[in-house]
């Protein structure tokens, strides 16, 4: 592989990588106050419908994503309410969550667009002028969409945020020792609530991006398995934001990496190619280096002792 | 009589009104796809064959979309209990389960798509000429391409994909011996985002008309190459509207051809057990027109190359 072709894989591998990180960054922070959400595929699914249907109807792809955080918002509530508050099941919740996005949005799309095809008013790629035409690092840093710069930044400041910040502690808390959070005067139930429907909100923003700015359309169960990929991530990543990145990166790339070995080597099956971003997943979770231990009252409902 | 006597003289007589073969009366069509109808390609264009049979035929339609392949056998057999006159499959993946299965119901016809299977006495298949569509696709890639390099990006390589995939490099040869063909699978007929992506790797390595097969997967070809500006020939569903400025052409494949003919020799009585594919002559397959600013885009020579193709092509000198 040339430099060129090199470049352009690495500047797919981050579109490729967006969406996943955004649902990513959110389950972590689910995650880390106790709320495991396996639905975000359900709701990237939904994200990206809404996002299509309103940036149709205003004119405007803003709009639309604004709609998408919404209805991430609202299926992340949904959850939180079942697990929380109910305390159904975390895991049967969660699948409920992906057949009802999937459902709700392929329907929607023929209710409301008539299944049929529409101009989608979608996000531009950044032009910096001059930045974006520099050789190697104009394609790679300086012409992506707007929302993968959000996307990167947001990761170092959730970082931070659950490192550093009260308001981290306080999550980390509520995930690991819900009784001593409760017992200090935490509202256990309420911060989870809080972090499922960021949760819901980051899987909008995600499947937004995957409809809005990587396409410009809606295609039924577009999300096409991003979902579960970013489950994998928070694992893979122990449970760090900073780290989620990195693992969607890796992700992306390998995947845009093989898209391009496959035309380069047509006397390989391809099949060998389309496995490989997830030979290098299963690889990263065996490696060595601390055994992956996540929020100690992850999926467990908090039942004041 | 006892009266368990009568009920079960009465439960027989009913069993062999119910068993009288089915004449006269509207037809029960089943129609199961293995994706959504609104994907634009493969799966749409059989639900606009089944409409168009409602509207000629006296038939009820059943429509059942998103048939994975672990609920084939279910779905098949739940119509067929149902007495269902005629169960369309869609898919090449549909024939082992039908064969499976056809002959514990003999009243019913069961017809594939897209495959080439038979079987006495109720299983015949109808399959299209996938590979003179890519052929007719790849002779006017070729030609509208200036950078001599094309590209193809299939959804997953079922046979037919394999087939329009294979037309595709021989009849860009034929037009110009020095094309260069690049060719890459998604590996998902729903992924459009990767089917985008892999498209831009084809164009970024030089390919300036792009085609893709499969379902979903198709929509991000056309989008990446509009974005890029380069051209793409579309296949299987005419769907010039998506994106009037790149689409050239379209390589039809007429997936309501085979429907409409497999009614219609059900409902004539001239339905025999075997496979038909379904060619140039038959319509189905074609070309689409070239419209917009493609009309004038293809010169006097090119059109008289194109009907040479298109000569050969209904003569069956292809291979």
């Given amino acids: 592989m040339d430099q060129v072709v090199v470049v352009a894989a690495i500047a797919s591998g981050i579109r490729f990588a967006m969406p996943i990180l955004f649902a990513a960054l959110g389950e972590t922070v689910s995650e880390k106050a106790g709320v495991l959400n396996v639905g975000i595929e359900g709701i990237m699914l939904i994200g990206a419908f809404l996002a299509v249907l309103i940036s149709v109807q205003t004119g405007s792809p803003w709009v639309g994503l604004l709609a998408a955080i919404a209805g991430g918002i609202a299926l992340g509530l949904l959850h939180g309410w079942m697990v929380v508050v109910l305390k159904v099941d975390q895991i049967v919740s969660g699948i409920a969550l992906v057949v009802l996005g999937a459902g709700l949005s392929g329907f929607g799309y023929r209710l409301a667009l008539d299944g049929g095809a529409v101009r989608v008013p979608g996000f531009r790629q950044l032009d910096l002028g001059l930045l974006s035409h520099l050789p190697v690092v104009g394609p790679v840093l300086f012409s992506q969409h707007f929302l993968a710069y959000v996307g990167i930044a947001l990761a170092f400041a959730l970082g931070f945020m659950l490192r550093r910040t009260g308001l981290g502690l306080t999550i980390r808390a509520v995930g690991e020792t819900p009784e001593a959070a409760a017992a200090a005067g935490i509202e256990i139930d309420r911060v989870r609530l809080c972090c499922a429907a960021f949760g819901g909100s980051l899987a909008g923003i995600g499947g937004a991006f995957l409809s809005t700015a990587q396409l410009a359309g809606f295609v039924e169960n577009m999300v096409s398995g991003r979902g579960f990929i970013a489950l994998a991530c928070v694992v893979f990543s122990r449970w760090r934001p900073v780290g989620a990145l990195f693992a969607a990166l890796a992700f992306g790339i390998a995947d845009a990496a093989q898209v391009r070995m496959q035309a380069l080597y047509p006397d390989i099956p391809y099949q060998a190619f389309i496995i490989l971003p997830f030979v290098i997943a299963l690889l990263a979770m065996t490696m060595p280096g601390g055994a992956a231990r996540g929020p100690a009252q992850l999926g467990r409902p908090f039942r004041r002792g | ?319």
Wanted: aromatic share 6%; glycine share 10%; with cysteine.
């Fill in chain 2, 1 to 319: 009589m006892s009266i368990r006597s009568i009920a079960l003289s009465a439960l027989a007589t009913a069993m062999i009104i119910c068993a009288q073969p089915a004449m006269a009366k509207t037809l029960k069509v089943a129609l199961i796809l293995p994706g959504s109808i609104t994907d634009g390609t493969f799966n749409s264009a059989a639900n606009k064959g089944i409409k168009a049979a409602k509207a000629k035929y006296d038939i009820d339609v059943s429509v059942r979309e998103n048939v994975d392949v672990a609920q084939i056998a279910e779905v098949l057999t739940s119509y067929a209990r149902d007495h269902y006159d005629v169960i369309i499959s869609h898919g090449f993946q549909f024939a082992e389960p039908v064969m499976d299965i056809h002959a514990d119901y003999p009243e019913t016809w069961f017809i594939v798509n897209t495959a080439q299977v038979a079987a006495e006495p109720n299983v015949a298949s109808f399959d299209n000429d996938w590979g003179n569509a890519g052929y007719i696709a790849g002779a006017v890639a070729a030609l509208v391409s200036k950078t001599g390099t094309i590209g193809h990006v299939g959804g997953i390589p079922v046979p037919v994909i394999e087939d329009y995939n294979a037309g595709f490099a021989r009849g860009a040869k034929r037009v110009k011996p020095d094309t260069k063909i690049l060719s890459s699978y998604v590996g998902s007929f729903s992924d459009v985002a990767k089917g985008a992506e892999i498209t831009t790797s084809l164009i970024e390595q030089g390919a300036d008309v792009v085609t893709s097969t499969g379902n979903e997967n198709v929509v991000g070809t056309i989008q990446a190459a509009e974005k890029a500006g380069v051209l793409a020939i579309g296949s299987a569903f005419d769907s010039y509207e998506l994106a009037p400025d790149t689409i050239v052409t379209t390589a039809l494949v007429n997936m309501n051809v085979n429907i409409d003919l497999a009614l219609g020799r059900v409902i004539d009585g001239t339905l025999k057990p075997q496979s038909y594919v379904l060619g140039l002559a038959d319509g189905g397959i074609g070309l689409a027109p070239f419209r917009g600013r493609f009309a004038g885009l293809i010169s006097t020579e090119d059109q008289a190359v194109i009907n040479g193709v298109m000569a050969d092509v209904l003569a069956g000198k292809t291979h």
